[in-house]
């Protein structure tokens, strides 16, 4: 497995606005699951893209991926302070590994 | 059902001292990870189980590090001689066959602190 790159390392914004996060790799890969950190906490799953996947969503999620520019990025919609975590992709390449990046920090304003 | 349990929560030790971490996997997984994270870092992978067996331990930073995985299940990650630089979060992490498509199911963590 590879280590995804996330991008910016810290986000604020205000409630109600829109977050996205960005995350390149270097290889081809199956799939990319992106997790969420919250401070004091252990790392919870969000969403799996798989590599013929463009676009997927969970609620106020959106994932997109671009194989040709090894890049994803995640939305997450009308924000709220509970957003605030950090936010790490893990690209997978078919291995057990799970190698997790800096991760982005995104602070929601109330 | 019950997620995955790490203990203790905190760990205050002396530098020199051996420590302990316990992780208890959600029942049925077969696979196992440890990760640590230091103050504001991404996570570093140390060493995975499939059942019983580490395959790979290429990421314990050094012959102080160990883990062992009885019966399929709990698993201990054992520091000898702490040092400073051991300060961290030790991270468990399950899933249910380690396969590429099975997400990751986090604990909340022992922080560790060497003193």
């Known amino acids: 497995s590879q280590q995804g790159e996330e991008d910016p390392q810290a986000l604020s914004i205000q409630e109600g606005e829109n977050a996205t996060m960005n995350c390149s790799y270097k290889?081809?890969?199956?799939?990319l699951q992106w997790y969420r950190q919250n401070s004091g906490r252990g790392l919870v799953h969000l969403i799996l893209?798989?590599?013929?996947?463009r676009e997927k969503h969970s609620g106020r999620l959106r994932v997109t991926l671009d194989t040709s520019k090894k890049s994803s990025s995640l939305l997450i919609t009308a924000s709220r302070a509970a957003d605030t975590a950090s936010y790490f992709c893990a690209p997978g390449t078919g291995g057990f590994k799970t190698i997790f990046g800096a991760g982005t920090r995104l602070f929601v304003k109330a | 059902g019950a997620g995955v349990s790490q203990s203790p929560s905190n760990k205050v030790t002396e530098k020199g001292k051996d420590v302990e971490l316990r992780c208890d996997p959600i029942s049925g997984h077969t696979a196992l990870y440890w990760y640590r994270q230091s103050l504001g870092q991404g996570l570093e992978f140390l060493i995975y189980?499939?059942?019983?067996?580490?395959?790979?331990k290429s990421g314990l930073p050094s012959d102080r590090f160990s883990a062992e995985r009885t019966g399929g299940s709990v698993s201990t990650l054992t520091i000898q001689r702490t040092q400073q630089e051991d300060s961290a979060v030790y991270l468990c992490?399950?899933?249910?066959?380690?396969?590429?498509?099975?997400?990751?199911?986090f604990g909340n963590g022992t922080r560790l602190t060497v003193t």
């Open positions: 189980f499939q059942g019983n067996s580490a395959p790979d």
């Open positions: 290889t081809s890969i199956n799939n």
């Open positions: 893209i798989r590599s013929n996947e």
């Open positions: 992490a399950s899933s249910l066959d380690g396969s590429r498509n099975s997400p990751l199911h």
